[in-house]
C-alpha cells in the first residue's frame, strides 16, 4: 500500500510537471526568435498587443518600390545601413476579434542586431503594429512606402476623417492584413477610420491587392484616395490626386520636368517627387513579374536600393536626392555636392554611421496572391532566397 501511494505521488507530481511546462509554453503568445541569418529572424504570434498609435514613437524614413503583375506582389524595403534586424512574422487568426491569418515582414526599429536576445517582452508583442508588407490567409497582401508631405503642406499626416477611430499611418498594412477580407474591402476599411502621421516628416501610401484588382492608397489633402486603375507601381511619389482641389489644379499646371527629363505617361508629379527613374524602370521591364515568383525578384533586383550610388547607373537616379531645397525642377549640376556626399559616405560600408547612413534595399519580397507563399532576400544578397508558407 505504501509502495502504492508513492506511485500514485510520483505519477501526479509528473503530470503537475507536464501542466505547469504545457501552461508555460502557453502563456508566451510569441515564440522565441529564430535567427536564419545575419539581420533576419522568425518568429510566429498567437496574440500581440494592437496599439493603432504605434507609429507615434517611430522616427523614422524609407523610400521603397513595389510592383503587382499577376498573381505576383513584389516589394523592396529600402533603409538605411544599419545594424538593425528584421523579423518574418506569422500572426495566428483570431475569430472572437475578426482577424484573418498573415505572414510578413516587421521589425523593432531601436533594436540592434547583437541584441535580439536582450529586447523586451514588451517590444516584441507589440512588433506586429510595425509591418512593412503581409499577406494574410485571403491572398490580401499590402505594403507602405513613404511620399513627401512637405509637397501637401504636411495636411496628410493630420487626419483623413474626423471623428472616426484614429490609426497611425504606420498600423494600416497590420489593420488590413488582421482584418480585410478582399482588397475592395480593405480600402472600406480605411474609409472607416481617420488616418494620421507618417514616418517623421514623410506621409505614406499603399498598394493593396488580391487576386482581382490593385488599389494605390493614399491621404491627400485630409481625404482618403484609392485607385484601382493605375500601372500597378508604387515608388515615392503621389499617383493620386483629391479631385478639385486647390493644390491639385495648381501641380497639374507644373508639368512633369525631372532633372533635365520629361518622363512620358507618368502621374503628376509633385515637386520632392522620390523614385520616378526606379519607377520608369519598373514600368520599362513590368512583364518581368507576371511568369515567377523568380521573376518578380529579378524585377525589383533592378531597383536594389545602393544603385543610386553607382555613377554608371543609367539614368542617374536624381529623384532619390529631392529633400530640402532640391526639386524635380532642379538641374543635374544641383545635386553635385548632396550626391557626392551620398556617395562618399556608400563607399565606406559603416553601419554605425547615424543619422546620416547610406541606404539599401533591406530585403525584397515576393507574395504569391494565390498561393500565399513569401518569397524573400535579404540585405541585397539575391544568390540565395527564404521561402515561407502561411497555411
Not at 66 to 87: I, K, Q, T
Not at 293 to 320: C, I, N, S
Not at 356 to 376: A, C, E, G, P
Request: hydrophobic letters at 35%.
Amino acid at each position: 500500500m505504501h509502495h502504492k501511494s508513492q506511485y500514485q505521488s510520483r505519477v501526479i507530481a509528473a503530470l503537475l510537471l507536464v501542466l505547469m511546462m504545457t501552461v508555460s509554453a502557453q502563456a508566451s503568445p510569441f515564440t522565441a526568435p529564430k535567427k536564419l541569418a545575419d539581420y533576419l529572424y522568425y518568429m510566429e504570434y498567437t496574440d500581440y498587443n494592437v496599439d493603432l498609435t504605434t507609429g507615434e514613437q517611430v522616427k523614422t524614413g524609407f523610400a521603397c518600390s513595389a510592383v503587382r503583375n499577376g498573381n505576383f506582389y513584389g516589394r523592396n524595403l529600402d533603409l538605411d545601413y544599419s545594424d538593425v534586424p528584421e523579423f518574418v512574422i506569422k500572426v495566428s487568426a483570431k475569430e472572437s476579434e475578426g482577424r484573418y491569418a498573415s505572414i510578413g515582414m516587421a521589425a523593432v526599429l531601436t533594436l540592434k542586431s547583437n541584441e535580439v536576445d536582450k529586447v523586451s517582452e514588451a517590444d516584441l508583442l507589440a512588433m506586429p503594429n510595425i509591418t512593412f508588407d503581409g499577406i494574410n490567409e485571403n491572398g490580401v497582401a499590402i505594403n507602405c512606402n513613404v511620399a513627401p508631405a512637405i509637397d501637401l503642406d504636411f495636411a496628410t499626416l493630420l487626419s483623413t476623417n474626423y471623428g472616426k477611430p484614429r490609426i497611425h499611418a504606420v498600423s494600416v498594412v497590420r489593420y488590413v492584413l488582421d482584418h480585410a477580407k478582399s482588397a475592395a474591402h480593405g480600402v472600406e476599411l480605411l474609409k472607416n477610420m481617420d488616418i494620421y502621421g507618417g514616418y517623421g516628416t514623410w506621409g505614406l501610401h499603399w498598394m493593396l491587392s488580391d487576386e482581382k484588382e490593385t488599389y494605390i492608397i493614399e491621404c491627400i489633402d485630409g481625404e482618403l484616395v484609392a485607385r484601382n486603375d493605375t500601372d500597378n507601381i508604387m515608388t515615392n511619389f503621389y499617383v493620386n490626386y483629391a479631385p478639385n482641389t486647390p493644390y491639385a489644379k495648381h501641380i497639374a499646371k507644373t508639368g512633369q520636368k525631372v532633372a533635365g527629363k520629361v518622363y512620358e505617361g507618368f502621374p503628376i508629379l509633385t515637386p520632392h517627387a522620390c523614385g520616378v527613374e526606379r519607377y520608369a524602370i519598373l514600368k520599362e521591364h513590368y512583364a518581368e513579374g507576371k511568369e515567377s515568383a523568380d521573376g518578380m525578384a529579378h524585377l525589383m533586383e533592378r531597383v536594389k536600393y545602393t544603385q543610386a550610388y553607382e555613377a554608371d547607373t543609367t539614368p542617374f537616379w536624381y529623384t532619390e536626392y529631392t529633400e530640402g531645397n532640391l526639386t524635380i525642377s532642379n538641374t543635374p549640376m544641383d545635386f553635385k555636392a548632396v550626391m557626392q556626399y551620398s556617395f562618399d559616405t556608400y563607399k565606406l560600408h559603416d553601419r554605425n554611421i547615424q543619422p546620416n547612413n547610406f541606404w539599401q534595399t533591406w530585403h525584397t519580397s515576393v507574395y504569391d496572391l494565390v498561393n500565399k507563399t513569401l518569397r524573400l532576400n535579404i540585405q541585397e544578397d539575391y544568390s540565395k532566397h527564404y521561402d515561407f508558407k502561411l497555411n
